[in-house]
């Protein structure tokens, strides 16, 4: 089950992961598997009851108090993941993980002001998680603090300095300041990156006409059809 969930093919992951309850009904493990693995496939209501028998199992076992909390939270119910999260954090009171878990979900509810506090507690816990920074930038940006979210993305690209998430990020940024120069400059490296990305062609071509570089913005417009 695991060497088809590694390899992607979550459907036949699940098929032996039922397979090993059946044989060991009181297995934690596999149900906690077959739940991973459900989640992949898209299968979020069977994930929920293989995560709440795997619970059942083993109570002190907070993998799959997070996995629960962040199924919950995909289906929107958000009052039984924050009450997971909260659990999990009883048992693992220090991890970046559950954090930032709980950050994310805060942050899906529209609740940007609470998710900056659990993003920034996984980085205090993992100064090098560039996830929540990149996160917790977004959610700045979210609350209008700009200035927070490009020292987050400055320090995302510190730590990672090939994320094109950041750079994409950033450029926006830069672009709604009116920073045409540093917003092309941070859309070139998404390209770079991932020379396919037309988004980024056309929001460069957007940077260079505001900068009256017609030829240099037609030619991205025509590089993003």
Do not use: M
């Not at 609350?143 to 090939?162: M, S």
């Amino acid at each position: 089950g695991n060497v088809y969930a590694a390899n992607g093919q979550y459907d036949a992951a699940i098929d032996d992961f039922s397979e090993a309850v059946r044989l060991k009904p009181d297995y934690a493990a596999a149900f906690h598997n077959r739940a991973t693995a459900r989640v992949d496939a898209g299968h979020l209501a069977q994930a929920v009851e293989d995560y709440t028998e795997a619970l059942r199992l083993t109570p002190e076992d907070v993998d799959p108090l997070n996995g629960r909390a962040a199924v919950l939270s995909r289906l929107k119910r958000y009052d039984e993941a924050y009450a997971d999260y909260e659990s999990a954090l009883k048992l693992e009171p220090e991890s970046f993980r559950i954090y930032f878990n709980r950050g994310n979900a805060r942050a899906t509810e529209g609740c940007h002001e609470d998710a900056v506090e659990d993003f920034s507690e996984a980085i205090r816990n993992n100064p090098r998680y560039t996830k929540a920074y990149l996160y917790r930038a977004l959610s700045y940006e979210e609350l209008g603090k700009n200035e927070e979210a490009l020292d987050d993305f400055a320090t995302v690209l510190r730590l990672q300095p090939g994320s094109p998430d950041a750079f994409w990020h950033r450029g926006r940024l830069w672009s709604q300041a009116g920073e045409s120069d540093k917003a092309i400059a941070d859309y070139s490296w998404v390209i770079r990156l991932d020379p396919d990305n037309g988004a980024a062609f056309n929001l460069r071509g957007v940077s260079h006409a505001e900068r009256g570089e017609h030829e240099q913005a037609r030619c991205d417009f025509a590089e993003a059809v």
